[in-house]
């Protein structure tokens, strides 16, 4: 049953859907280029409801535990669902997440890129993949640095014959996201990579601005998060 806080909900969407569009006007883009990623990570499937009756269909997750306790049941009702893994991935969870994905934002290693080619030469039908880079070279985030990404990524496409879509990256919480969105843009452009994941609730404008053709937003679609 509907509630109070499912119409804030979609009440957010809409905003949100707004500034999109107000944002692509401004850079000359299409807002249909614009994936919406809604990232529904600790909200459940009571929350989600709401958007999928809607019609919204992507969303992101980021432990592969969690979107294995939600996602299955909500598939059998939308089997149109995409749903992006945008936090990191141990190998020991691959096949799970290969299964339930439907695109893998993290790829992050060479020992994950080789995992992922041979669940692929078992015979599983592999999700859309695509980087992550750590453009902020933190100690702490996953990713790859910048100045690796280029062998990374022929790594990925040479030996491993993975098809990679594109990049994905979060930049550092104190410094200017923009920089890091052109980074980004900057290295997918010299690798003929397409997409670009990048822009979150507090900078999704600029990563608009910046060439982003995913954005991953919790708090503006969801709001807080319990
Ligand atoms: C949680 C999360 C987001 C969404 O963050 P908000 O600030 O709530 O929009 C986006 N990307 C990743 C990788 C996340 O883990």
Request: aromatic content about 4%.
């Amino acid at each position: 049953m509907a509630g109070p806080s499912d119409q804030n909900t979609l009440e957010r969407l809409n905003e949100v859907r707004a500034q999109i569009a107000v944002a692509a006007d401004a850079a000359r883009r299409t807002p249909d280029d614009i994936e919406l990623v809604a990232v529904s990570k600790k909200f459940d499937a009571d929350a989600i409801t709401p958007l999928l009756a809607a019609g919204h269909r992507v969303f992101g997750e980021n432990r592969v535990q969690e979107a294995l306790d939600k996602w299955p049941a909500l598939k059998r009702n939308w089997p149109d669902i995409e749903l992006h893994l945008i936090g990191p991935l141990q190998t020991n969870k691959a096949k799970q997440a290969v299964g339930l994905f439907d695109c893998i934002e993290t790829v992050d290693r060479p020992k994950l890129a080789r995992t992922l080619a041979s669940l692929r030469d078992s015979g599983l039908a592999l999700p859309e993949l695509m980087v992550q880079v750590n453009t902020g070279g933190e100690a702490q985030k996953a990713g790859i640095p910048p100045e690796e990404v280029d062998g990374f990524l022929d790594l990925c496409r040479g030996e491993h014959k993975l098809e990679i879509s594109g990049l994905m990256c979060i930049p550092p919480i104190d410094e200017e996201p923009a920089l890091h969105f052109a980074l980004l843009e900057k290295i997918a452009k010299r690798n003929n990579l397409a997409k670009l994941s990048m822009g979150m609730s507090g900078d999704y404008q600029k990563a608009v601005a910046l060439g982003a053709t995913h954005i991953r937003l919790g708090t503006a679609v969801f709001g807080p998060r319990p």
